[in-house]
């Protein structure tokens, strides 16, 4: 009944419309089809186009999620392709935030390239599927030497197979414009979380009439936004590791209130950078970078290369500090983590060319000098500490380095089996956004928050999905690892 | 048209009373708003594409200081748009090709002819005219594909795009039973075999809705997203001028490149501005056409 | 003798006469059956797993667990919720607006073509593309739209367009946007199915203009008008591009379409989520949201059948 309705409308508006492809029917009889014989020969054009033909040259891909060094290490990739004996021919291919989400495509196609920037995440997940190359396998005895100081035990090498070698680390810093503090008549950068709110408050009543605001933060994607801000502060002051308490072994996020509550102000229209809400992290760098933002926070490995390449801005005008907390409480170190780490795909083809492109460009000193010189991040490897001269940024900005309040952090579950691990309703970054806009009650939402993440914990445990993390006499002064 | 309806005609534009002038500025002036509401955004990419990012985010005038055609150069260089608008014009005439020649011989045999299991089929088709499961099903064609071998190369997102056409099938189907049935027996008694009569009766004379399939499905597949987004995301090198476009807002420089971006954003809407410029009649009467594809 | 083999020949007759129609059906059949039917044969059998894709063990048969969730998971409810308001959004400013440009450009006069290809003209363009055009519009910081609200002095600090308090209607402009024009030739369509005569005699009959709207070409659209609704109401529960590009669902979810919610547990939607997909949920929340779409489908069929017979 419907259908045919629908049928006549449309033959109704085929024939009133009449203009179409001309006179339908006259000469009808004596034209015949070549649109099928042109549909195949479009199709196998199509299906040559991608055999790209590469030459007899081994082609290694290398994939990175990073987009403030890319210029670097493309440069450095022409560079070998120019240089190299080998006949290898190196492709370097910048992911950015759809890293981790490239990744599973490619496991899953077999399409993983050769060699890839490791990311927590992505190295967690096919870590225990055989898909990370044991590096030892590879390294000459020099080379083990040369990087000894950057294994660490349960973070880089599991079970005496070394995954990746981190060679600069990062950590988290809130970054302030210097000359806007100055304006607002702010002698100090803020060391509790209520001093952070006064001053941005302060900044947007006294400013916003020229377009600067207190704070930011690229909110738009709350696990992007928090990762690099509110998670960190909360682990020096409560101790635990986003939510997890590894004495006792379970979640508890009920300490999150407070800091909750002083953020819903932080992002008040009396305070926050309009727009925050829809922000991303770059858009936020170049508003920084203008002169518009009072304060943010970021990783510290990132923001000197930026301010320096992309998004030019004044050193003397910003600096960094520690991410405040309630009250300045510190109860415990707050994350570290080790960057400009490779994994090498196992199942390469090209396995002993994979590591020797990776040798050759990422581990040699002119490299990793460059690297921490450049700005790019800050150097862990002793031998390259004592020789770089690193730019102004690190000589003068004390914060910008890793210091005592930093350490490697052991993973909670839902970071150790992720996908192990199912939490029914929106995960913790999810519930944080939708308390500091208002729309649940910290202290509820909480306490809500806490048992599904228990839950779900002890289902994996049950379900064999995940197993039970408990590190006996753990300190949150002193981390250990397992 | 009756002599006393065009007499009456004829008194009424003597008439034009104030009334009337009131109502036809008051009718302009409605769709001049209108048009600008509808125009503005497409002026705002294809001028901005030509601006310094500078004008773009600070303030600048409506069209820019200087005609900056080194963004388009940046774009199709540095971008590398070259290889996507390749890619999404092989793309694009693949699905088309494909949609049309399947949905031609589908819908003539749905109408013409009785076979085995005919009504279950139709059923089904119907059936999945209905169910909408959304972009989720994205993810079992692909591993589908993949277990078929052919998720690397660009036939996989050819595939996908075109997809299973029941819409299509239909409305092929019910423009194929509005042809005579004794134009088919006709031939068929001049010695046509079943290819015969439609390659030289059906397929002539449903050009029209072909067009309509062909049209459409040119037009989807052009602009196509997530389907694009999902099926090369492992293989950037497949990506279409689209997924390109959104991804730059994710590249190196691209809070201080909107420039660039626009330029990019008019690479993925100027071509199918131009087929709309040469076809519009056939877009919209195509539209009524396919008003069951929704 | 005879019968057998003419039955024979028969049979063989109709063999043949099958074959060749497959072969005419078979390479839609092939797209169909892929395409179509394979995936959503899929995701009922996912309804009832837990399953984190490859690379993270086998699936785990739940039983109804997964839809006991859905019932359970109040941000996919007021997923379903926003939905609804954007769909009814959409759909209550679309429909009048095309109505009434209709109305207006339905007639054979000058300007009145070019007009038509211009409201028609957001139609043939990509929703992904323009999303972000649009979302450099509406931008809270440097947006164009901002930029002339602020000069012109109608507003004195930046509106937020696409925070929580206006990313609905900012999402349902762009919607607007781009759709008008296509319900717009629904419309003309359907006027001009309307005789000429019967619109003019009623103006003989001394009916003013909103009264021919309202007497004639309203009650006489009836019928296409019925479907124009129907076809308004179930592609607003399939938008999902535009949300995608232009908000992600955000901010806290408050745009968040249903559609989104299950595309949510297969990709995550912004690049920068880190989600981890949990195909069974997801497949088990696209079912539901399917049952939803067509609950509302068949109770709009229903409704519009009454009011037909009141007429």
């Given at each position: 009944?419907?259908?045919?309705?629908i049928?006549?409308?449309?033959l109704?508006?085929?024939?009133?419309?009449g203009?179409l492809?001309?006179?339908?029917?006259k000469?009808?009889?004596?034209?015949?089809?070549?649109a099928?014989?042109?549909a195949a020969?479009?199709?196998?054009?199509a299906?040559s186009?991608t055999?790209?033909?590469?030459?007899?040259?081994?082609?290694?891909?290398?994939?990175s999620?990073?987009r403030?060094?890319?210029?670097y290490?493309?440069e450095?990739?022409?560079?070998?392709?120019?240089?190299?004996?080998?006949?290898?021919q190196?492709?370097?291919?910048?992911?950015?935030?759809n890293?981790?989400?490239?990744i599973?495509?490619?496991v899953?196609?077999?399409?993983?390239?050769?060699?890839?920037?490791?990311?927590?995440?992505?190295?967690?997940?096919?870590?225990?599927?055989?898909?990370?190359?044991n590096?030892?396998?590879?390294m000459?005895?020099?080379?083990?030497?040369?990087?000894?100081d950057?294994i660490?035990?349960?973070?880089?090498?599991?079970?005496?197979?070394l995954?990746?070698?981190?060679?600069?680390?990062?950590?988290?810093?809130?970054f302030y414009?210097?000359?806007?503090f100055?304006?607002?008549?702010i002698a100090?950068?803020?060391k509790?979380?209520e001093?952070m709110?006064?001053?941005?408050?302060?900044?947007?009543?006294?400013?916003?009439?020229?377009g600067?605001?207190?704070?930011?933060?690229?909110?738009?994607?709350?696990?992007?936004?928090?990762?690099?801000?509110?998670?960190?502060?909360?682990?020096?002051?409560?101790g635990l590791?986003?939510?997890?308490?590894?004495?006792?072994?379970?979640?508890?996020?009920?300490?999150?209130?407070?800091?909750?509550?002083?953020?819903?102000?932080?992002?008040?229209?009396?305070?926050a950078?309009?727009g925050?809400?829809?922000?991303?992290?770059?858009?936020?760098?170049?508003?920084f970078?203008a002169g518009?933002?009072?304060?943010?926070?970021?990783?510290?490995?990132?923001?000197?290369?930026?301010?320096?390449?992309?998004f030019?801005?004044?050193s003397d005008?910003?600096?960094?500090v520690?991410?405040?907390?309630?009250?300045?409480?510190?109860?415990?170190?707050?994350y570290?983590?080790?960057?400009?780490?490779?994994?090498?795909?196992?199942k390469?083809?090209?396995?002993?060319?994979?590591?020797?492109?990776?040798?050759?460009?990422?581990?040699?000193?002119?490299?990793?000098v460059?690297?921490?010189?450049?700005?790019?991040?800050?150097s862990i490897l002793?031998?390259?500490?004592?020789?770089?001269?690193?730019?102004?940024d690190?000589?003068?900005k004390?914060w910008?380095l890793?210091?005592?309040?930093?350490?490697?952090?052991?993973k909670?579950?839902?970071?150790?089996f992720?996908?192990g691990?199912v939490?029914?309703?929106?995960?913790?970054?999810?519930?944080?956004?939708?308390?500091y806009?208002g729309?649940?009650?910290p202290?509820a939402?909480?306490?809500?928050?806490?048992?599904?993440?228990?839950?779900?914990?002890?289902d994996?445990?049950k379900?064999n999905?995940?197993?039970?993390?408990?590190i006996?006499?753990?300190?949150?002064?002193?981390?250990?690892?397992? | 048209m009756t002599?006393?309806?065009?007499?009456?005609?004829?008194?009424?534009k003597?008439h034009?009373?104030?009334?009337a002038?009131?109502?036809?500025i008051?009718?302009?002036?409605f769709?001049?708003?209108m048009i600008v509401?509808?125009?503005?955004?497409?002026?705002?990419t294809?001028l901005?594409?030509?601006k310094?990012?500078?004008?773009?985010?600070?303030?600048?005038?409506?069209?820019?200081?200087?005609?900056?055609f080194e963004?388009?150069?940046?774009?199709?260089?540095?971008?590398d748009f070259?290889?996507?608008t390749?890619n999404?014009?092989?793309?694009s005439?693949?699905?088309?090709?494909?949609?049309?020649?399947?949905t031609s011989?589908?819908g003539?045999?749905?109408?013409?002819?009785?076979?085995?299991?005919?009504?279950?089929?139709l059923a089904?088709?119907?059936?999945?005219?209905?169910?909408?499961?959304?972009?989720?099903?994205?993810?079992?064609?692909y591993?589908?594909?993949r277990?078929l071998?052919?998720?690397?190369t660009i036939?996989a997102?050819?595939?996908?795009?075109?997809?299973?056409q029941?819409?299509?099938?239909?409305?092929?189907?019910?423009?194929?039973?509005?042809?005579?049935?004794?134009l088919?027996?006709?031939?068929?008694?001049?010695?046509?075999?079943?290819?015969?009569?439609?390659?030289?009766?059906?397929?002539?004379?449903s050009?029209?809705?072909?067009?309509?399939?062909?049209l459409?499905?040119?037009?989807n597949?052009?602009?196509?997203?997530?389907?694009s987004?999902?099926?090369t995301?492992?293989i950037?090198k497949?990506?279409t001028?689209t997924?390109?476009?959104?991804?730059?807002?994710?590249?190196?420089?691209?809070?201080?490149?909107?420039?660039?971006?626009?330029?990019?954003?008019?690479?993925?809407?100027?071509?199918?501005?131009?087929?709309?410029?040469?076809?519009n009649?056939?877009?919209?009467?195509?539209?009524?056409?396919g008003?069951?594809?929704? | 003798?005879?019968?057998?083999?003419?039955?024979?020949?028969?049979?063989?007759?109709?063999?043949?006469?099958?074959?060749?129609?497959?072969?005419?059906?078979?390479?839609?059949?092939i797209?169909?059956?892929?395409?179509s039917?394979y995936?959503?044969?899929?995701?009922?059998?996912?309804?009832?797993?837990?399953?984190?894709?490859?690379?993270?063990?086998?699936?785990?048969f739940?039983?109804?667990?997964?839809?006991?969730r859905?019932?359970?998971?109040?941000?996919?409810?007021?997923?379903?919720l926003?939905t609804?308001?954007?769909?009814?959004?959409?759909?209550?400013?679309?429909i009048?607006l095309?109505?009434?440009?209709?109305f207006?450009?339905?007639?054979?006069?000058?300007?009145?073509?070019?007009?038509?290809?211009?409201?028609?003209?957001?139609?043939?363009?990509?929703?992904?593309?323009?999303?972000l055009?649009?979302?450099?519009?509406?931008?809270?910081?440097?947006?164009?739209?901002?930029k002339?609200?602020?000069?012109?002095?109608?507003?004195?600090?930046?509106?937020?367009?696409?925070?929580?308090?206006?990313a609905?209607k900012?999402?349902?402009?762009?919607?607007?946007?781009?759709?008008?024009?296509n319900y717009?030739?629904?419309?003309?369509?359907?006027?001009?199915?309307i005789?000429?005569?019967?619109?003019?005699?009623?103006?003989?009959d001394?009916?003013?203009?909103?009264?021919?709207i309202?007497?004639?070409?309203?009650?006489?659209?009836?019928p296409?008008?019925?479907?124009?609704?129907m076809?308004?109401?179930?592609s607003a529960?399939?938008?999902?591009?535009?949300?995608?590009?232009?908000?992600?669902?955000?901010?806290?979810?408050?745009?968040m379409?249903?559609?989104?919610?299950?595309?949510r547990?297969?990709?995550?939607?912004?690049?920068?989520?880190?989600?981890?997909?949990?195909?069974?949920?997801?497949a088990?929340?696209?079912?539901?949201?399917?049952?939803?779409?067509?609950?509302?489908?068949?109770?709009?069929?229903?409704?519009?059948k009454?009011?037909?017979?009141?007429?």
């Amino acid at each position: 009944m419907r259908l045919r309705r629908i049928g006549a409308i449309t033959l109704a508006a085929l024939m009133a419309a009449g203009t179409l492809a001309g006179c339908s029917g006259k000469t009808a009889t004596t034209e015949t089809t070549n649109a099928q014989t042109t549909a195949a020969a479009e199709t196998t054009a199509a299906a040559s186009d991608t055999k790209a033909a590469s030459g007899e040259k081994t082609v290694i891909n290398i994939w990175s999620k990073d987009r403030h060094d890319a210029s670097y290490v493309q440069e450095k990739v022409d560079q070998y392709n120019k240089t190299n004996t080998d006949n290898i021919q190196v492709n370097y291919q910048l992911y950015t935030d759809n890293y981790v989400q490239a990744i599973d495509m490619a496991v899953q196609s077999g399409e993983l390239p050769d060699i890839m920037v490791q990311q927590d995440q992505m190295f967690d997940k096919y870590v225990n599927e055989g898909q990370w190359a044991n590096l030892y396998d590879f390294m000459d005895e020099d080379m083990k030497t040369y990087f000894k100081d950057v294994i660490f035990p349960g973070y880089n090498e599991l079970d005496e197979k070394l995954y990746f070698i981190p060679t600069t680390g990062t950590t988290c810093r809130l970054f302030y414009n210097k000359e806007i503090f100055e304006r607002a008549g702010i002698a100090e950068p803020p060391k509790t979380l209520e001093e952070m709110v006064a001053d941005s408050k302060l900044i947007t009543s006294k400013l916003s009439g020229e377009g600067i605001y207190g704070f930011a933060e690229n909110m738009k994607s709350a696990s992007s936004g928090l990762q690099r801000s509110l998670m960190v502060g909360l682990q020096r002051e409560t101790g635990l590791v986003n939510g997890y308490d590894f004495v006792k072994g379970e979640y508890d996020f009920t300490p999150w209130a407070e800091s909750l509550k002083l953020w819903k102000e932080l992002l008040s229209e009396d305070s926050a950078f309009p727009g925050c809400e829809s922000l991303d992290i770059d858009p936020l760098r170049t508003q920084f970078a203008a002169g518009k933002i009072g304060m943010y926070m970021s990783y510290s490995h990132a923001e000197p290369g930026v301010y320096q390449n992309q998004f030019p801005m004044d050193s003397d005008k910003w600096d960094c500090v520690p991410i405040p907390t309630v009250g300045g409480k510190t109860n415990g170190k707050q994350y570290f983590s080790g960057t400009g780490g490779y994994v090498i795909n196992a199942k390469s083809p090209n396995l002993e060319k994979a590591f020797k492109v990776y040798k050759d460009i990422f581990t040699n000193e002119d490299y990793l000098v460059g690297y921490y010189e450049g700005g790019y991040g800050v150097s862990i490897l002793p031998s390259v500490i004592a020789k770089a001269k690193p730019s102004a940024d690190f000589q003068n900005k004390k914060w910008l380095l890793i210091s005592d309040i930093d350490a490697l952090l052991p993973k909670p579950p839902h970071s150790a089996f992720a996908s192990g691990m199912v939490v029914e309703g929106e995960d913790m970054y999810k519930t944080c956004e939708s308390i500091y806009y208002g729309d649940a009650d910290p202290d509820a939402a909480l306490k809500d928050l806490t048992d599904r993440y228990n839950k779900a914990y002890q289902d994996a445990i049950k379900n064999n999905t995940g197993y039970e993390i408990k590190i006996p006499g753990y300190d949150p002064q002193n981390p250990k690892l397992q | 048209m009756t002599e006393a309806y065009a007499q009456n005609k004829k008194m009424k534009k003597v008439h034009l009373s104030d009334k009337a002038r009131v109502a036809l500025i008051s009718k302009w002036v409605f769709l001049g708003i209108m048009i600008v509401f509808t125009l503005y955004p497409v002026i705002y990419t294809v001028l901005g594409s030509f601006k310094t990012n500078a004008e773009l985010t600070q303030g600048g005038g409506f069209f820019p200081s200087v005609w900056h055609f080194e963004n388009y150069y940046k774009a199709f260089i540095q971008a590398d748009f070259t290889k996507y608008t390749l890619n999404s014009v092989v793309v694009s005439i693949s699905v088309t090709i494909l949609a049309v020649t399947t949905t031609s011989l589908a819908g003539f045999v749905m109408a013409r002819k009785d076979f085995a299991g005919k009504k279950i089929l139709l059923a089904l088709y119907m059936s999945m005219m209905f169910v909408s499961l959304g972009s989720v099903t994205l993810y079992p064609i692909y591993e589908l594909l993949r277990a078929l071998k052919i998720n690397k190369t660009i036939f996989a997102l050819v595939i996908a795009l075109t997809g299973g056409q029941a819409t299509n099938v239909f409305l092929v189907m019910g423009f194929t039973k509005g042809i005579p049935k004794e134009l088919d027996e006709a031939a068929i008694i001049d010695g046509c075999s079943i290819y015969g009569v439609y390659s030289r009766i059906i397929l002539p004379l449903s050009k029209p809705i072909l067009a309509v399939v062909a049209l459409f499905s040119f037009r989807n597949a052009w602009n196509d997203y997530i389907t694009s987004l999902i099926m090369t995301i492992s293989i950037p090198k497949l990506q279409t001028l689209t997924v390109a476009v959104v991804q730059l807002k994710y590249s190196v420089n691209s809070a201080a490149e909107w420039h660039i971006m626009l330029a990019g954003a008019s690479i993925a809407i100027i071509p199918i501005l131009i087929v709309y410029m040469f076809s519009n009649k056939q877009f919209i009467a195509g539209l009524t056409a396919g008003a069951v594809k929704g | 003798m005879k019968e057998t083999i003419s039955r024979n020949l028969r049979i063989k007759k109709t063999l043949k006469h099958n074959l060749q129609t497959y072969s005419f059906l078979l390479p839609n059949l092939i797209l169909f059956t892929a395409c179509s039917l394979y995936p959503v044969v899929w995701t009922l059998k996912y309804v009832f797993y837990q399953y984190g894709g490859y690379g993270t063990g086998k699936p785990i048969f739940v039983g109804i667990a997964n839809l006991a969730r859905v019932f359970r998971d109040k941000v996919y409810w007021e997923s379903v919720l926003h939905t609804f308001t954007y769909g009814f959004g959409k759909v209550l400013i679309i429909i009048p607006l095309a109505f009434f440009l209709a109305f207006l450009l339905n007639q054979q006069k000058r300007g009145n073509g070019v007009t038509q290809s211009i409201m028609f003209l957001p139609t043939i363009m990509s929703s992904a593309v323009m999303g972000l055009v649009f979302y450099l519009l509406f931008n809270a910081y440097n947006g164009e739209v901002n930029k002339y609200l602020l000069e012109s002095g109608i507003i004195s600090r930046p509106v937020n367009w696409l925070g929580k308090d206006h990313a609905m209607k900012t999402l349902i402009l762009t919607a607007v946007w781009g759709g008008v024009g296509n319900y717009m030739v629904y419309f003309i369509a359907g006027i001009q199915q309307i005789s000429e005569d019967a619109i003019e005699s009623a103006r003989i009959d001394g009916a003013g203009k909103l009264q021919t709207i309202w007497y004639i070409i309203v009650p006489m659209l009836g019928p296409i008008l019925k479907i124009i609704m129907m076809l308004a109401i179930t592609s607003a529960f399939n938008d999902i591009t535009n949300v995608m590009v232009l908000t992600e669902g955000g901010p806290n979810n408050a745009t968040m379409v249903m559609s989104l919610y299950g595309y949510r547990y297969f990709f995550p939607i912004s690049a920068a989520e880190a989600t981890v997909p949990q195909y069974g949920y997801g497949a088990a929340v696209s079912v539901v949201s399917a049952a939803i779409a067509g609950v509302v489908t068949v109770i709009y069929l229903k409704v519009s059948k009454k009011l037909d017979d009141i007429y």
